[in-house]
């Protein structure tokens, strides 16, 4: 008997099956007014000291929660216990980033009255910026002594992110990184990017970026009310 | 790095599609990938060929179609293609007014084409 071949339009989106999970999160965080807030760096660029500084700052006037994306080890998340404020941790045994699929497994145990949900994504700069996950906003994290070329070299986290968070900036005065150059690449690929300075050290720029993510989460509930 | 669970996901559409159309077996796979969706090309065909093993697609050729990034100008509506974001001289200014406004507008995609198919 004779096969017949035959040719079979198909057009559909691989990474569909993460969108549409995403979407569904994103959904239920407008739903309940949560402004949840993915921090995308290399490993080691400060993510987790970050959330510790901002976490003290925020917890008295909002209700903040984390989740904490690692390969393995629950080591961040209890990091976040220890200034009291509930984590949970996905470990993800080898994939490269957070997807939509994960966060929704765990999504029942988030309490539905948080103000803030911190997602803080596996240390990789370039697998998590192809994964929504129905995050309110994207934040990039670049640290000092990661040099001040990685803007270009990875477009995809700056392309996709709403926040550009400098980090370590404490450690200005013992490297060579041009600040200005940095900010002027970060915005010739995304000029909407909002930069801040920062450093958990000393407490550099926290304030700023604890007013802006207030306004932030004042601006969508006041949209979605 | 993470070729292996996006190639996951391919093989249930492919398989959804074909057991629609009444397939016997896949011959021949197309996807195209967005120079930005984070995949690389090596990495995704040896995922494709060990993950083909005992599904309709067994004996299934992987075309990929690379797609280029595109940014479109919001001030004057002007589509440009890059021909690689990580080069050096590529500029994110809009060539024909200058706006520094430009949105990505193709690029980051993955999509399964097309398939063919025996019946
Ligand atoms: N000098 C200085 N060091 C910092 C600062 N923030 C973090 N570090 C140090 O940088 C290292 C990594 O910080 P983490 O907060 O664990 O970084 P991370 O991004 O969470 O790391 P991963 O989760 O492993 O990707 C630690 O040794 C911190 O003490 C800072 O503002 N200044
Ligand atoms: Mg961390
Ligand atoms: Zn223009």
Redesign the pocket.
């Known amino acids: 008997m004779e096969q017949k071949k035959k040719e079979l339009l198909v057009l559909e989106d691989i990474l569909g099956s993460n969108k549409k999970i995403a979407g569904e999160i994103k959904k239920k965080l407008e739903k309940h007014g949560i402004l949840a807030v993915n921090l995308l760096?290399?490993?080691?660029?400060?993510?987790?000291?970050?959330l510790e500084k901002i976490g003290l700052k925020l917890k008295d006037n909002y209700r903040l929660g984390v989740i904490e994306g690692?390969i393995e080890t629950e080591r961040?998340a209890d990091r976040i216990r220890k200034i009291g404020l509930p984590a949970w941790q996905i470990t993800t045994h080898g994939a490269c980033h957070l997807e939509a699929r994960m966060l929704a497994k765990i999504f029942d145990q988030i309490p539905a009255d948080l103000n803030f949900l911190f997602i803080?994504n596996v240390?990789n700069l370039v697998c998590p910026a192809s994964f929504d996950l129905g995050e309110g906003l994207r934040s990039v994290?670049l640290?000092v002594p990661e040099g001040d070329d990685k803007p270009k070299k990875y477009p995809e986290a700056f392309l996709t992110s709403q926040v550009l968070v400098l980090?370590?900036?404490?450690?200005l005065p013992y490297l060579p990184f041009d600040t200005d150059r940095v900010i002027k690449e970060a915005l010739e690929i995304n000029p909407h990017l909002k930069v801040f300075k920062?450093?958990?050290?000393t407490g550099e720029g926290l304030d700023e970026l604890c007013a802006f993510l207030e306004e932030e989460l004042k601006q969508r509930l006041s949209q979605h009310a | 790095m993470h070729e292996l669970s996006l190639v996951a996901d391919l093989f249930t559409i492919i398989e959804q599609q074909a057991n629609l159309a009444g397939a016997k077996k896949v011959t021949k796979v197309v996807v195209s990938v967005g120079e930005l969706s984070g995949v690389v090309p090596e990495l995704f065909r040896s995922a494709f060929l060990s993950y083909k093993k005992r599904t309709i697609a067994d004996k299934a050729r992987l075309q990929l179609k690379m797609v280029k990034i595109k940014f479109k100008c919001r001030s004057c509506g002007q589509e440009i293609t890059a021909r690689n974001i990580r080069d050096e001289s590529f500029s994110y200014v809009c060539p024909a007014c200058g706006s520094k406004d430009m949105e990505l507008v193709a690029g980051r995609d993955l999509y399964l084409e097309k398939l063919e198919i025996e019946i």
């Open positions: 760096s290399a490993p080691g660029s400060g993510k987790t000291s970050l690692d961040d803080e240390g994290l640290s980090t370590k900036c404490d450690l920062t450093s958990a050290t």
